[in-house]
């Protein structure tokens, strides 16, 4: 049973575009919500998280948005660049130093 | 911020030998540490959960005489896998865990095993 659902698998945009990455959760005890942004041959990093108390959060050019009732968040790159080519990882977590759960992961790729 | 540092990160063995992989948590103390592997192009799986001073906790299919976890201190995890074979190359991540840091991960170590 895949806990954490992620989708598109990849996802293609011109530079400058805002890709936009979605994620539906199961669990309704998970608390926390983070996404990664992974290179190839590196671990992940963590770009952005967010809790169930707040609809939106923003970090410089990256937003979470959250829906609890849907049981939804999605990551929007604002002006997306070149070099933020990579893999992203939704996840989520329940309280406590519980292990993150992760979606399946999407290929992005801006191209010039 | 919070840095975990992971060694090595290209390890090449031959089959029937075992291989360490150390997971410092350099500038915090880790309660928790997670081991992730993650064949190409897909997700992290989750191995095991350790806390430190206990028996780690494995994931339904991973065999825990195979991959050997040790939580010594609240800095240090390894992760041994014992008499590798070709099937156990992939790459391993660690993560660290503590209250108010959140999750931290290592680099990861790209096992080949020949």
């Known amino acids: 049973q895949q806990q954490v659902k992620q989708s598109p698998q990849s996802l293609i945009v011109q530079k400058g575009g805002i890709p936009i990455i979605n994620c539906a959760y199961e669990?309704?005890?998970?608390?926390?919500f983070p996404w990664y942004q992974q290179f190839p041959g590196k671990g992940p990093a963590l770009l952005i998280a967010?809790?169930?108390?707040?609809s939106e959060k923003k970090e410089g050019r990256f937003t979470i948005s959250f829906n609890k009732s849907a049981k939804q968040f999605s990551l929007h790159i604002m002006d997306s660049q070149p070099g933020d080519s990579a893999t992203y990882f939704c996840?989520?977590?329940?309280?406590?130093?519980?292990?993150?759960?992760f979606g399946k992961g999407t290929r992005l790729s801006v191209i010039a | 911020g919070a840095v975990v540092s992971q060694h090595p990160s290209r390890v090449i063995c031959k089959s029937g030998t075992s291989v360490k992989i150390e997971c410092r948590s350099l500038d915090f103390q880790a309660t928790t540490m997670f081991w992730y592997r993650q064949f190409p192009k897909q997700s992290l799986m989750l191995m095991a959960t350790?806390?430190?001073?206990?028996?780690?906790?494995?994931e339904q299919g991973v065999e825990k005489d195979k991959f050997l976890i040790n939580h010594a201190s609240l800095t240090l995890s390894t992760l041994t896998v014992t008499s590798a074979h070709p099937e156990d190359s992939s790459f391993y991540i660690c993560?660290?865990?503590?209250?108010?840091?959140?999750?931290?991960f290592g680099s990861g170590t790209r096992l080949t095993v020949v």
């Open positions: 967010i809790r169930p108390d707040v």
């Open positions: 669990n309704t005890a998970f608390d926390y």
């Open positions: 993560s660290a865990s503590d209250t108010g840091i959140g999750y931290t």
């Open positions: 996840a989520a977590s329940k309280s406590g130093n519980t292990p993150l759960v």
């Open positions: 350790s806390n430190e001073g206990s028996k780690a906790t494995y």
